[in-house]
């Protein structure tokens, strides 16, 4: 599903050959949540297109992704022979158009500027809960809106990102803005790398939501006992009502309208592990 986040004229197809293995398995359909995108008859020939007619791009899948090596040759030999340059253009398009939020993890500073990180006040994090002297732990940081928020006033902040481009952005930020007490790690909200009682706040946004029960389980894990789990999204247009299943599993929220007009939910739940 296309977010609008980019104009994909304005990106090589190239952008592939800067996605790590993580996004890799999303694009050819191997994540652990399902073949997404993949299951897309139009999102497939578009890839297709793409992976035969760049043998950088097909090399690039079948080495930094062997386990796509098998669907990237169902792929390639399905595509449409004798494409116009034009016409392998315009594929491409529609393709970097529908992937466009794993585009934007290929440019953090695009990242950056999106609404929702861009026209984001970071009380609306600090306000949620006391972070004074606590540990805290932001899963899917992404550029780092929540953790560098968290940083002014935590004793110290993990953050947690999967994607390569991002935690080397991540890095380059910490040291342009001088912060002390953030570190930077691989990780995913499936398996996080921490034992169990770690830290005082666990934190994500735009993140849960693909497998909640077993996400929201394993941010408790890490939680200690008496310690708050939270979700906290940016700003955007949307008109949303109050998420049902994360009620059911315990979590209060508060909602504001946000500058565009959209509904903006955030929600936590203490940790009771008695």
């Known amino acids: 599903m296309s977010f609008h986040w980019i104009n994909a004229e304005a990106f090589s197809i190239n952008t592939l050959l800067l996605m790590d293995r993580w996004i890799l398995n999303y694009l050819i359909g191997l994540s652990p949540y399902g073949e997404g995108h993949y ?9 297709g297109v793409a992976l035969a007619y760049h043998p950088a791009v097909r090399w690039y899948f079948e080495e930094k992704c062997p386990e796509s090596r098998e669907r990237v040759r169902h792929l390639v030999e399905a595509a449409p022979k004798g494409l116009t340059e034009r016409e392998v253009r315009q594929s491409e398009l529609l393709l970097l158009d529908e992937i466009d939020s794993f585009v934007v993890y290929a440019y953090p500073e695009v990242m950056e500027g999106l609404s929702y990180t861009a026209g984001w006040d970071p009380r609306r994090l600090t306000e949620m809960t006391d972070f004074t002297g606590k540990t805290v732990l932001d899963i899917g940081s992404g550029t780092g809106r929540l953790a560098f928020a968290a940083a002014t006033k935590a004793k110290w902040v993990v953050a947690s990102e999967p994607v390569d481009r991002l935690r080397e952005y991540l890095r380059e930020k910490r040291a342009r803005l ?13 398996e996080i790398p921490y034992p ?3 830290f005082d706040i666990v934190m994500s946004g735009h993140v849960v939501g693909d497998d909640l029960g ?5 941010m408790e894990r890490v939680a200690k006992p008496g310690g708050v789990v939270l979700t906290c999204i940016g700003e955007d247009e949307h008109r949303r009502t109050p998420d ?3 009620l059911r599993l315990g979590f209060s929220y508060t909602h504001h309208v ?3 007009g959209g509904d903006i939910y955030r929600y936590l739940k203490r940790v009771d592990k008695a």
């Not at 077993?214 to 394993?218: F, K, S």
Request: charged share 30%; proline share 3%; with cysteine.
């Open 39 to 47: 299951a897309c008859e139009a999102y497939r020939a578009h890839l």
């Open 258 to 260: 946000s500058r565009l």
């Open 214 to 218: 077993r996400e929201v389980a394993e």
């Open 196 to 198: 169990d009682n770690a």
């Open 244 to 246: 049902p299943a994360l």
């Open 178 to 190: 001088r912060v002390k007490n953030l570190t930077v790690v691989d990780g995913t909200v499936q």
